[in-house]
């Protein structure tokens, strides 16, 4: 089996074909989490994971992308909202995530974390922007503590501020924490960093396009999640249109060849991981079976 620890057929870019390709997906044994993005693609992922049974997760979160600061315009694709939606909420409604977030099929709260692409101009509206994303951060990390659920950080030009951030939550939450560092970009150095604070590391399709290949040497297996961040980053190989979970199949193929192992040692270990942090329940019925 395979793991998409991060898929987004919460988006309406799949609303035609979603229930095909679940379909699909879970009978060659391709799991899934769908990522919220705001309250709207939040709720629709939670929508997706009740009509399907196990396989299909959702995670909740409010991307800093999709926060409002009022300091710059942002662009959010359009494959992501329906244009009746407005993508864009100014703050975190903490009660109104906490709601949906107990429901049993929401194993992470995500996708939260850093996003520098769309900084403003000036000096002092980039330290205000900044400190937006911070406080947005933080909110939703005390959210998934309060659960107990594990979390997907996504961070674009802001590793070293996202680790700093993180060292001092340490200190209020204790030194590890449970969650991804998704479509990882960053240095083996940030990723050392990551991983001593507990993290997993992602990858998907985006080690077509940045070479990845000396950390994906190195990185303990044990610590890779798989991902497709789809239906953005199709693997060059894969002949379809847009992404979809099974694109995971590809990138699982080109770590294999990495790191010389076997396609199946890679596809087993990274599911174990996935299940071992999202769907703990179930990795240990599996150990008991064996
Ligand atoms: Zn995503």
Redesign the pocket.
């Known amino acids: 089996m395979y793991f998409d620890t ?1 898929a ?1 057929l919460n988006f309406p870019a799949f609303t035609k074909d979603r229930d095909k390709l679940i379909k699909e997906c879970l009978e060659k044994d391709f799991w899934m989490i769908n ?1 919220g ?1 705001n309250f709207f693609t939040s709720q629709k992922a939670i929508e997706i994971a009740q009509n399907n049974n196990e396989g299909v997760y959702a995670s909740v979160g409010l ?1 800093p992308i999709n926060l409002d600061t009022g300091l710059t315009r942002m662009k959010i694709d359009d494959d992501e909202t329906d244009e009746k939606e407005n993508p864009f909420e100014s703050e975190f409604n903490y009660k109104e995530y906490e709601k949906i977030a107990l429901d049993k099929k929401v194993v992470a709260i995500g ?1 939260i974390g850093l996003d520098y692409y769309w900084k403003p101009k000036t000096k002092t509206k980039i330290e205000k922007f900044k400190e937006f994303q911070n406080v947005l951060f933080r909110q939703q990390v005390k959210l998934a503590k309060e659960l107990d659920l594990p979390i997907i950080i ?1 961070c674009r030009m802001a590793h070293d501020d996202l680790i700093v951030i993180l060292k001092y939550l340490t200190t209020i939450y204790g030194p590890e924490f449970k969650g991804v560092i ?2 990882f970009t960053g240095t083996w150095k940030q990723a050392e960093s990551y991983m001593r604070m507990g993290f997993h590391i992602g990858f998907n399709g985006i080690i077509f396009k940045f070479n990845q290949g000396d950390i994906i040497k190195k990185i303990p297996l044990e610590k890779v999640l798989l991902e497709t ?1 789809c239906p ?1 980053l199709l693997p060059p190989d894969y002949k379809k249109k847009i992404n979809d979970p099974m694109g995971v199949g590809y990138v699982a193929k080109e770590i294999a060849k990495i790191r010389n192992i076997s396609l199946k040692q890679v596809a087993d270990q990274t599911s174990q991981n996935a299940k071992s942090l999202f769907v703990p329940w179930l990795a240990s019925l599996n150990k008991i079976e064996k």
Do not use: R
């Open positions: 991060h987004h990522v993005t991307h996708e996504h998704h479509c961040d953005y």
